[in-house]
């Protein structure tokens, strides 16, 4: 019996099949808000309300002719797009929406699952430079080498800034966090700053404008996956979905209370949570341009990481006043 | 690392075939080639074959976006060749039509420089917008693209009351529009970090590059036709010369909103005081021997037609020189010391109309770089005799 719940967890909820259909429904909603910001419909014609369009152009993907490029590492460039995959959706299995409990830790939810996450969600920067490298592009290698660059940037305030609710916390455990400031939802205000920072470092992790550097359309054709096509793409763009609701998922529970009231209120809570995150992103998308792979390395040690050690510091004398 | 990467002919940047090929170190560029030459137009001959008529349809077909500006500018020197003086309603019909097409023109190049830098909104509104002047046009002539407007000795249609109003009301929204993506352009912070300072072209450099239109204008050169060299109706009407001095593609974006608001400003005064009269007088069927030199303001810069006229139906020459052939040099200029992230911008910013440049096709063997001119009929012969020897390709089984 516990074999068959663990192999319906790890493939249906919340697993696999879940990540699947929730990140398309979040990649159409995603959509929806840009194209309607833009004063564009967005997708209409697929399912009800173009519902069905993310999941119809990831089944088109994998009918496509599948290309690996004569020079390609062809081992490495295969088995990237399955990793990747693998990676973001084994951290959607830490998020604490499902399957924890408080009092007993267990292989989901235990102490320092804050720190797998996020290290669980920086693996897919590497695999895309290792999957832009390994496609011996000259487009790629630049979008490569813009992955790697951009990851310097911004992965410093994404984590000082992730970390600096789970001090005030006082623990490395996400469901310890997010009932945390379940107790005391005031003190979610002191982290506003910190939750911007996420915002916008995620936006970056994300590769999203004004961070969509790595595969600036118009300067590097397809950047990190010019030379990607058929299933390996329709996957590299799978994971890019499901890191988005993981990521959102992550904000979620460490900047806006986590999702509590059990099975139930918290899959709502969880829901309405992460397409407000996924609502911001798609607003700052909207509203900026893609900016130069140093101005974003400025911007980030100039101004990101600079605040987010002062969210660390208000933390930490915040800390010292209520003890 | 020194290396180069090719943009074009196929880049998801360029909308046509060119070829630059820069060579990088790191994500600077360092030096810069131009190659022209992947199209094949073929029609200042063509223009050759054709009756003076028949030849303002050919030259407007020469660019899909400022084709006004081309056949303007050939009837504009068929015209004094003929000795023709059009009456002045069909002149101010004709350049009411070259002042709407310059603020199309304008729109789709500020939603292409804002896709350019990845700032898709802004494309998405400026293009939206742009369709208020595409109805004006399409009411108008009753086309889009190519509205074969002119003929010799003045227009094909006149407008009535109805249309004025409706110009005037187009125009008063495109205005308030257009005010708005002055503000945008010159003050969204990561619009501006991407355009400011990029693209540097000083003064002295583009007088000596011979950059023309906005590109010129940007870098502080007040260089227009229609204000130096006013032709036809422009002496009657009021408007300013658009400047910037910062040289850089956040110049020619405010250039180019600029002078979209003064062709707002000349189209309601050629609405308003448009002349009571005819609108096109009769035009001879052949032009006396004679040569002349056509210039015209194109949305892009300087427009010239070189017409040399033997007293017959049809021109002996015709040279046509299209703007965007005169910013090529300042391009090189403008791409150096730039990033790989500008490249798409800079190239952008003379609003490039390769097509309208390129005459003939030039043959370059790729392993040796040798270049020759040949005919078609050789060109056959060759891929003739090339697919007889080739050998049979392995695994070319095409699934159905």
Redesign the interface.
Known sequence: MAVVRTVLYLVVYPGLLFLFVYSTFCEWFDRKVYARFQNRMGPTHTGRFGLLQPIADFFKLMAKEDVVPEAADKRLFTVLPIIGLAVVSTAGLLLPVWNFDLANPGWTSFSGDIIVVLYLLSLPTLILFLAAWSSTNLFSTIGGARVLTMLFGYEVPLFLAVLSPAILADSWRLAEIAAFYQAKPLLLLTNILGFLIALVAVQAKLERTPFDIPHAETEIVGGTFTEYSGKKLALFRLTFDIEMVVASGLLAAVFLGGFPGGAVVGFIHFVVKTLFVIFLLSLLRALTSRIRIDQVVSFAWKYLAPLAVLQLLATILLKGLIA | MN?Q??IGPQ???LKEPISLRMTVDG?VITDVDIRLGYNHRGLEKLAEDKTWLQNIYLTERICGICSHSHSSCFVQGAEKLMELTPPRRGLYIRYLVSELERVHSHLLWLGVA?????????F??TW?DREVVMDLLEMISGNRVHYAMNTLGGVRRDIDGIQKAKILEGVAVLRKRSEYYFYIGAS?P??V??IAGVGMLSKEKAVSLCAVGPVARASGVARDVRKEDPYAVYNELDFELCTADTCDVLGRVVVRVKELLESYKLIEQMVKGLPDGEIVVKAPRKAKPGEVVSRYEAPRGENIHYIKANGSDKPERLKVRAPTLGNYPATIEMLRKG??????LIFAAIDPCICCAERTVTLVKAGSGEESVVRMSDLRRRAIARHNNAPVKRNAVWPL
């Open positions: 290396f990467i090719p880049h998801p940047a994500e804002g896709h350019e830098a990845g700032f898709d909104s802004f998405m509104y939206r969204e990561s619009f970090a991407r990033f790989i992230a500008d490249i798409p």
